[in-house]
């Protein structure tokens, strides 16, 4: 029986569950506390920055992969030198991890991106704001998401906090119609299957709905995207799930936004609107197993984000109002703001999907 | 969050963690051994014939629910005494544990069902032989399964070893054109819901592939069906999944051959192909939560059974070589005959769908 270590116990984590039941494949969560959201397979309890506690769960572990980005360069190199299968691999995720390295390797590989530079003082960062209409994004290269690490500013001086403690990425601020984005599933052996492209609303820098496929997407623009994947998984020699965030911009560019390397939000519709969800083909792809069909179950698939909290009650209800609708809870405790579950539905006509899923998902509105 | 203890860790078990981890259910297992296929969500390891052992895992689960129907009457009558959530209930389950009973109980109720006889001494088998052609199907009243506790008999003294034991059940021999099953969920508060019609091939008295839903059934054997589990549910006060396994004799007849009350693997295509899945189903009628909608993902599906064993390579192999299938392995250790896994296939064209179903069951061919 093939077995997976997943470190971090996240809803990532959580969601892989039930492919690695499926599969019959074994699955150990290193967890950050015994409440996480994947406590069910959790097998260690530990600090995931402390080399002998991950080099411990590693061990019998057929393939090491990850819940989120922030597993230490020095830990994965030490589990790479002590033999283990570490999925994505230190040199991939480290273009996950600081942003700044991604923006430099991308353009190496010739990807679209906005336009970018490193900033080390408010004087560059001036010089930015100069050549870019007065206003930018500026981005901390590490440690942030969800909006956190982000600020928009029009100051040079809106980044002497950050700059105080080193380089910080300056982007040009696209404007753009919409947001995309792009999920691929790599296996060591160089297999790449793309799911269809789909469309990210966010509220507040954070992701709120996804429509998949992305609505009205021209060929060229589904083309684009899929290249850039393409290029990405490939050039970067990611294992995994690949999501690339992108910028559909007002003058017809798709550009790259983030990148992240493991399931993503932007995924979870694949889990009943997918032949292969991507939580089983990131378990497949870590394994070097063949990857699966990524054909659509339904024409359309939409899923929206829950947030703070799912009690029993309003499950019941939401399942009562929308019998064709699913829901996922993540066990986590109630905390205002933070993704506590998500909604999904899937079927043949646009409205009809989106009425059914907004309708589910009213019921956790606060 | 609710939590729901099921008794028995067998691959039934084991199917309902992916519908718990979704819905943010507990799912705690009473199982057998500390390496039953539902380990994963084993909190006890215990007999679950023994009454102070269930007590005690029943403790803070919502509803109590089964993997199988071997729990005897008095643990479950002890278990509603305590004030667990029994589900289905031990008046219930009677009819799902002895043969005899379920007999006595569907006539009561006017289904459809073959001649039938209870007899406690060769000198009843031989009338019953008379009056059915010579041949006849005695049957065990408990404990049989997958064939066993079944002979088809045409001498009134070959069920003399059983009738030692006490009265055994005879049925006349149905001469059908094929196996059916018919799948229902009922919640305690009476809202019952059926799936699709489903044929079943069986081979040695073991299923071996599922076809949903059942081709060429005229609309007359799919009300028939619906009507007699509908019949069964709401007369015996099933809670939870309730399999009804069904003959359609050449004469057009369509009678009751087996009762299960729990998800049963006439209902494993609908992890895949309803947009309930029996497992998920299961867990929302045994906490009478709302009921969903079991509309099929595709216009068809089809489940193999694997026996034996499901090695990583060969699962690898199967994956490879149909990406649309989907695998199930129960984490079982190898053993010839016993179900180990099954393979599911969607789609729209039938033979499409039993080829790929077929092509991928065939890696696990010994």
């Not at 069910?40 to 819940?67: E, K, M, N, S, W």
């Not at 230190?90 to 923006?103: E, S, T, V």
């Amino acid at each position: 029986m093939a077995v997976v270590g997943v470190i971090g116990g996240g809803q990532l984590a959580r969601m892989m569950i039930p492919a690695a039941v499926a599969l019959g494949i074994e699955l150990r969560v290193l967890a950050e506390a015994p409440d996480a959201s994947a406590r069910l397979a959790a097998t260690v309890v530990g600090d995931y920055r402390d080399v002998p506690t991950v080099l411990d769960f590693a061990q019998g572990c057929d393939a090491i992969t990850f819940d989120h980005e922030h597993v230490p360069q020095e830990v994965l190199r030490a589990l790479t030198a002590a033999g283990a299968a570490v999925r994505p691999g230190a040199d991939a995720l480290l273009y996950a991890q600081d942003k700044l390295a991604m923006r430099e390797r991308l353009a190496g590989l010739g990807v679209p991106q906005p336009d970018w530079a490193r900033v080390d003082t408010a004087d560059d960062l001036a010089g930015f704001l100069a050549d870019h209409g007065g206003r930018a994004v500026v981005k901390t290269p590490r440690g942030g998401y969800d909006g956190k690490g982000v600020r928009v500013v029009d100051d040079a001086h809106a980044a002497d906090d950050w700059l105080a403690a080193g380089p910080v990425l300056v982007e040009e601020l696209v404007r753009f119609e919409r947001e995309l984005a792009q999920l691929i599933a790599r296996r060591p052996s160089g297999e790449a299957v793309p799911w269809p492209l789909v469309e990210t609303v966010q509220r507040g820098g954070v992701c709120a709905e996804v429509i998949a496929p992305a609505p009205h997407s021209t060929d060229a623009v589904e083309r684009a995207a899929a290249e850039i994947a393409t290029t990405v998984a490939h050039g970067l020699g990611v294992t995994g799930v690949l999501a690339v965030e992108l910028f559909q911009s007002t003058d017809g560019r798709v550009l790259v936004n983030e990148l992240a390397m493991r399931p993503h939000n932007s995924g979870h519709v694949t889990i009943e609107g997918s032949t292969t969800s991507q939580f089983e083909q990131h378990l497949r792809a870590v394994l070097d197993w063949p990857l699966g069909s990524t054909e659509p179950r339904a024409p359309w698939g939409v899923m929206i984000n829950v947030f703070g909290s799912l009690p029993d009650d309003r499950i019941a209800a939401a399942l009562g109002h929308q019998p064709s609708a699913k829901v996922h809870a993540y066990g986590k405790g109630p905390r205002a703001g933070r993704k506590a579950g998500h909604v999904t539905a899937i079927g043949v006509d646009l409205d009809d999907v989106v009425y059914r899923a907004r309708a589910a998902a009213s019921h956790f509105d606060d």
